[in-house]
T-cell receptor, first 111, second 109 residues
Framework: NAGVTQTPKFQVLKTGQSMTLQCAQD?????MYWYRQDPGMGLRLIYY???????DKGEVPNGYNVSRLNKREFSLRLESAAPSQTSVYFC??????????FGPGTRLTVT | SQQGEEDPQALSIQEGENATMNCSYK?????LQWYRQNSGRGLVHLIL?????REKHSGRLRVTLDTSKKSSSLLITASRAADTASYFC?????????FGQGTRLTINP
């Protein structure tokens, strides 16, 4: 089992460009999350999905959109990237609001 | 806003010593979790303690929870070089986890 996978691993964007970060899990978990981690900081929740077909805003949703395509996949879209969105992005899943399982992360740089 | 705050922000000890890090939080919780993050990697879950539990063990890890003081501690005994990492507490006031800023632990050989 791959667990939680994220693509791409690295990405460089110019200000104003758009992109989608992909996350997939084969753990059959209901809940999925997107976080960002800035240098020396903890994780901040961007969006989460408690189940297929539902999404909710987290602490820092501005500038992002999400899609829960099916139970396995949860994507994060940046419509118009800004330098403030330079960060490492992590996807995570949990079976029933317990421990979370994290992907390896996507390092995004916006110039 | 950060719910949990770890203390100290950085800790450096000799291999074989014990490491203790603390977490304080602000609101009532369902559970509190500790995670480890090796440099450049995703977080790995270590241990979960429920709000009605006071202490929990897992291998060389011991976690305590004091809900009256809204604080928790993580003790790593007999530290090893492989324990070098950042450690985060995360609280679950509801369905979401709220992470602290972490303690950077360095184990010196």
């Amino acid at each position: 089992n791959a667990g939680v996978t994220q693509t791409p691993k690295f990405q460089v964007l110019k200000t104003g460009q758009s992109m989608t970060l992909q996350c997939a899990q084969d753990m059959n978990h209901n809940s999925m999350y997107w976080y960002r981690q800035d240098p020396g900081m903890g994780l901040r929740l961007i969006y989460y999905s408690a189940s297929e077909g539902t999404t909710d805003k987290g602490e820092v949703p501005n500038g992002y959109n999400v899609s829960r395509l099916n139970k396995r996949e949860f994507s994060l879209r940046l419509e118009s990237a800004a330098p403030s969105q330079t960060s490492v992005y992590f996807c995570a899943t949990t079976p029933h609001n317990r421990e979370q399982y994290f992907g390896p992360g996507t390092r995004l740089t916006v110039t | 806003s950060q719910q949990g705050e770890e203390d100290p922000q950085a800790l450096s000890i000799q291999e074989g010593e014990n490491a203790t890090m603390n977490c304080s939080y602000k609101t009532s919780i369902n559970n509190l979790q500790w995670y480890r993050q090796n440099s450049g990697r995703g977080l790995v879950h270590l241990i979960l303690i429920r709000s009605n539990e006071r202490e929990k063990h897992s291998g060389r890890l011991r976690v305590t929870l004091d809900t009256s003081k809204k604080s928790s501690s993580l003790l790593i005994t007999a530290s090893r070089a492989a324990d070098t990492a950042s450690y985060f507490c995360a609280t679950a006031p509801g369905k979401k986890l709220v992470f602290g800023q972490g303690t950077r632990l360095t184990i010196n050989p």
